[in-house]
């Protein structure tokens, strides 16, 4: 794909990770995966559960190593180890992780205003607005909360309130990538649609990319610039949102895309339920492109 | 019809460190055998507690200062633990929400589904128990309930869990089965196979379902009738397609405005503010303040069932006589 250093800011080429079960056995959670992120663009993946997306974004985060292929982000290869050492600070401001659940991605034992400012306590880095809190309340105004949350503990706090403080912890240090592991999966429906449009709002303010997971396609549909369609530890699908959304290519896509929900009785009624467990869908092949920036698995 | 399930203006409340916590204020509700009742709301609008008050799965300290809960002609209000648990799984049983945590790590598939075959009817041969299990995998769509029964549930996918879960509580025949939350831990590949399961289910035992979600895009694919919760009421209650077509209520507008599936023109609604803490709850209206509907009147005075149709009731003051004419931002013939 695209070599341009100034438009990607994350490039994953041939991402293969292997996990060993037992002495036998391997499991290969993510096979062969190469994609870009582009610079101000949210990437949704999408897929099952146990199709790999989780290991991708914990690959690109560092928490695991990589069995095979490179992850180049800004240039730096954060597969190497000595090239990670030498930017360690750079890749751990600029990237930040949110987790699916927030319940234990927050320390129960801190206040709000101390989880926010934990990055930046960690980092060195001088508070821009005067003190910590004060940087703190900053950060809750931002993801729409006020002042009053600041000494609260997590337990205190609903979950779409708790997933905002995991936001404002991440923006806190103004990253250049966001990486959402499920982020909205724990949470109600119209939360969702709140933490959604924040998340829309955010990256329109910043301008920074977001890697966005979820196995929810039609919240990311609605969210996201491009989707990336994973089955398996595949990539089988890449494309633009709309492009995915009207003239999905990969049959698993397809499958995929007709799973989703409507509020709509008399439609849904009709609609069969396809049981995805004894389907198998075609995993051989590489990613080509079929028409402009829309790129299928093909045998 | 007559009622399988019967709830009247049933008020719960809970001591908690700020107050007497008011979870559910004055619900009432009818379930007919064989069809199933979906409850939607947010998270905190008492849906579980509902649940659990019928099953008496209360914690102790939980009072019922008012309201009657009618099951199959007898009013379990007052039940003792002893005698629910003559009740449970015959009467009613429940699926909850996580397959993960709901069954034991440690045995088989088949030997927990024995149990819950044995503690209802003891006296069963050893091959008809096993026949007996046997039938009710087959029944919730396990295919080679042989082998499968003797594997663990780790290894099982959450869909085949769940599936487990609901052969357990369908052990007795229940009459009727809660469902709480049966796919929100499953992906959305596997909810479609779990709603229809549940609706199988319920057309071959002819079992009546309350299923409990808080996702409307979801429920509209198993749900004959919906109810929509908030703060402890019910405020709209009618058939899928009253509800999903022609919905009244501002608070079922809101819900229905915030799935993707209907975002209009790019821009996702979401509901503003949050759900109000049910310690001291509001005097009037508990959505008024989250409703660019409020009328005055829904700062003061709660708003009684409007009647929109003999099976269709909301609980706005929009219905009123008086009230101004309000066009829905949502339902009609949109997406009908």
């Not at chain 1, 508070?127 to 997590?154: C, I, N, T, W």
């Not at chain 1, 929900?261 to 849904?268: F, V």
């Not at chain 2, 003891?122 to 769509?141: D, W």
Request: glycine share 6%.
């Amino acid at each position: 794909m695209d070599e341009n250093m100034d438009e990607n800011i994350v490039t994953v080429r041939h991402l293969t990770h292997r996990f060993r079960l037992s002495r036998k056995h391997t499991l290969t959670a993510v096979d062969d995966v190469s994609f870009s992120i582009r610079r101000g663009e949210i990437l949704g993946l999408v897929g099952e559960s146990g199709c790999g997306k989780s290991t991708v974004a914990r690959c690109m985060m560092n928490l695991y190593r990589p069995t095979g292929g490179e992850i180049c982000f800004n240039g730096i290869n954060t597969c190497d180890q000595r090239a990670f050492r030498a930017n360690r600070k750079l890749l751990q401001t600029h990237r930040q992780l949110i987790f699916q659940d927030s319940t234990s991605s927050l320390n129960q034992r801190m206040q709000v205003a101390d989880i926010i400012a934990e990055p930046m306590r960690i980092h060195h880095i001088r508070p821009p607005r005067g003190s910590y809190r004060q940087e703190a309340a900053f950060q809750l105004h931002y993801v729409g909360m006020d002042e009053s949350f600041l000494d609260k503990y997590p337990s205190q706090m609903s979950g779409g309130q708790r997933q905002r403080v995991a936001i404002a912890r991440a923006l806190a240090m103004e990253p250049e990538l966001l990486v959402a592991d499920e982020p909205i999966a724990s949470l109600d429906v119209s939360i969702q649609a709140q933490i959604v449009n924040l998340f829309k709002h955010l990256q329109q303010e910043h301008g920074f990319s977001i890697l966005f997971i979820a196995h929810d396609l039609a919240m990311v549909e609605y969210l996201c610039d491009r989707i990336g369609v994973m089955y398996r530890g595949k990539l089988v699908e890449l494309a633009p949102s709309r492009e995915l959304a009207e003239n999905p290519l990969h049959p698993y896509t397809r499958l995929l895309l007709s799973a989703i929900p409507t509020p709509d009785p008399i439609r849904e009624r009709a609609r069969p339920a396809v049981s995805f467990d004894e389907m198998t869908f075609p995993t051989q092949g590489t990613l080509r492109e079929c028409t402009p920036g829309h790129w299928v698995l093909m045998p | 019809m007559e009622n399988i399930l019967e709830v009247k203006n049933l008020t719960v409340t809970l001591p908690s460190p700020e107050g007497t916590v008011e979870a559910l204020r004055g619900v009432s509700l009818e379930l007919h055998p064989g069809e199933v009742l979906a409850i939607v709301g947010e998270s905190g609008c008492g849906k579980s507690m509902l649940c659990r008050s019928i099953m008496k799965l209360l914690p102790k300290s939980a009072r019922i200062p008012q309201g009657q809960i009618l099951a199959d002609g007898a009013d379990i209000t007052n039940y003792s633990q002893k005698d629910m648990n003559r009740l449970r799984g015959k009467l009613f049983s429940m699926v909850f929400q996580d397959p993960m945590t709901a069954l034991d790590l440690t045995r088989t598939v088949e030997q927990q589904i024995a149990e819950a075959v044995t503690v209802h009817s003891p006296r069963l041969s050893r091959q008809a128990l096993h026949a007996r299990v046997m039938e009710l995998m087959t029944l919730v769509g396990i295919r080679e309930p042989e082998t499968r029964g003797k594997l663990y549930p780790y290894h099982f996918s959450g869909g085949m869990r769940q599936r487990v879960v609901m052969a357990i509580a369908l052990a007795a025949n229940p009459k009727i089965l809660l469902a709480d939350e049966p796919t929100t831990a499953l992906d959305v590949t596997v909810q479609a196979q779990i709603l229809d399961l549940l609706k199988e289910i319920q057309r071959k035992l002819h079992t009546a379902t309350i299923l409990v979600s808080h996702d409307l895009g979801v429920v509209a694919r198993a749900a004959d009738r919906v109810a929509i919760m908030y703060a402890g009421r019910i405020v709209e209650i009618g058939t899928a397609e009253e509800i999903y077509y022609d919905p009244r209520h501002p608070y079922t507008w809101g819900l229905m405005r915030s799935l993707p599936a209907l975002a209009r023109d790019g821009q996702l609604y979401t509901i503003p503010g949050m759900p109000p803490s049910l310690v001291n709850p509001p005097a009037g209206d508990a959505f008024a303040c989250r409703n660019e509907y409020a009328l005055a009147i829904d700062y003061r005075e709660a708003p009684p069932m409007f009647r929109v149709s003999d099976t269709h009731y909301a609980a706005t003051w929009l219905l009123d006589q008086r009230a101004p004419k309000v066009t829905p931002p949502i339902g009609g013939a949109a997406h009908g």
